[in-house]
């Protein structure tokens, strides 16, 4: 059984940090890519960041590069996202979905069969 947890959302500050957890089990880790989506209230889920464990390659959208960063750790079969210089509008349900994707294709979330239940970020003073 495939098993996909988010751990990390809270409540911060506008320019704070939070760092989210996505543990994967059932499934072979370091041969998928593993990636963050976001959803926020009245908006369509979006790819936040991604990382393709079998090519090595990390991704990013626009609006987060700089200020957020994706990491693997095979050995613990996880992936983190460490989130510095929150904005408000960073505030949404953050989901974590793992399978055989190509990396180059990491933001289509139909191609993901595994998610997560979500966490909550928030960000706001």
């Known amino acids: 059984e495939v098993q996909v947890v988010e751990s990390g959302g809270g409540l911060v500050q506008p320019g704070g940090s939070l760092r989210l957890s996505c543990a994967v089990s059932?499934?072979?880790?370091?041969?998928?890519?593993i990636a963050w989506f976001r959803q926020a209230p009245g908006k369509k889920r979006e790819g936040v960041s991604g990382?393709?464990?079998?090519?090595?390659?990390?991704y990013y959208a626009n609006t987060v590069r700089g200020r957020f960063t994706i990491s693997s750790d095979n050995a613990k079969n996880t992936v983190y996202l460490q989130m510095n210089s929150l904005k408000p509008e960073d505030t949404a349900v953050y989901y974590c979905?793992?399978?055989?994707?190509?990396?180059?294709?990491?933001?289509?979330?139909?191609?993901?069969?595994?998610w997560g239940q979500g966490t909550q970020v928030t960000v706001s003073s």
């Open positions: 979905a793992a399978d055989n994707v190509v990396g180059s294709n990491w933001y289509h979330e139909i191609l993901y069969d595994y």
């Open positions: 059932g499934l072979p880790f370091n041969e998928r890519t």
């Open positions: 990382v393709s464990n079998r090519e090595r390659t990390t």
